[in-house]
């Protein structure tokens, strides 16, 4: 490692803290963003345990976990819907409509799945929200 004219901190220093991060917050009275699920087996426990509350434009999987950590959620869109563009156009867009969602009303405890359809790519975005807000509320997440 060799030490930079301009500073004198070494070029592989640690990080610095999320609060002098530029873009990221200062954890102070934030809520905690939710975490993701990523592996197969994780989402195979939530669609086996866990309760399905399909609408019109997304399928909601959600299964409660015994801590009160902010939800971790997955996204998925089968091949059904489209090519590898169009699923992860529609991917996106589910995305985007959780993280509104969660970031005005933060869900504790929960894993949550969200399964794109085929109607999800070509749904007004204020309806997704509501579809995703429906499909919430009827699994019986709070």
């Known amino acids: 490692m060799t030490d ?3 500073t004198d901190t070494p070029t592989g220093a640690a990080p610095l803290p999320a609060s002098t991060q530029p873009g990221i917050p200062a954890r102070s009275g934030v809520p905690a963003q939710p975490g993701r699920l990523k592996q197969r087996s ?3 426990r939530v669609a086996a345990k866990g309760r399905k509350a399909p609408t019109h434009g997304v399928v909601v999987q959600a299964l409660p ?13 089968t091949k059904k ?9 529609t991917r996106r867009r589910l995305k985007e409509a959780a993280r509104l969602l969660l970031k005005d009303r933060p869900v504790t405890g929960f894993d949550l799945v ?16 509501d579809d ?3 499909a919430l509320k009827k699994a019986g997440v709070p």
């Open 132 to 134: 995703i807000r429906r």
């Open 81 to 89: 819907v489209g090519n590898a563009v169009i699923r992860n156009r």
């Open 42 to 44: 994780e989402f195979l």
């Open 4 to 6: 930079s004219p301009m």
């Open 114 to 129: 969200l399964i794109g359809r085929d109607h999800t790519r070509g749904r007004p975005f204020a309806e997704l929200q």
């Open 65 to 77: 976990r015994d801590d009160a950590e902010p939800a971790r959620v997955g996204f998925t869109v």
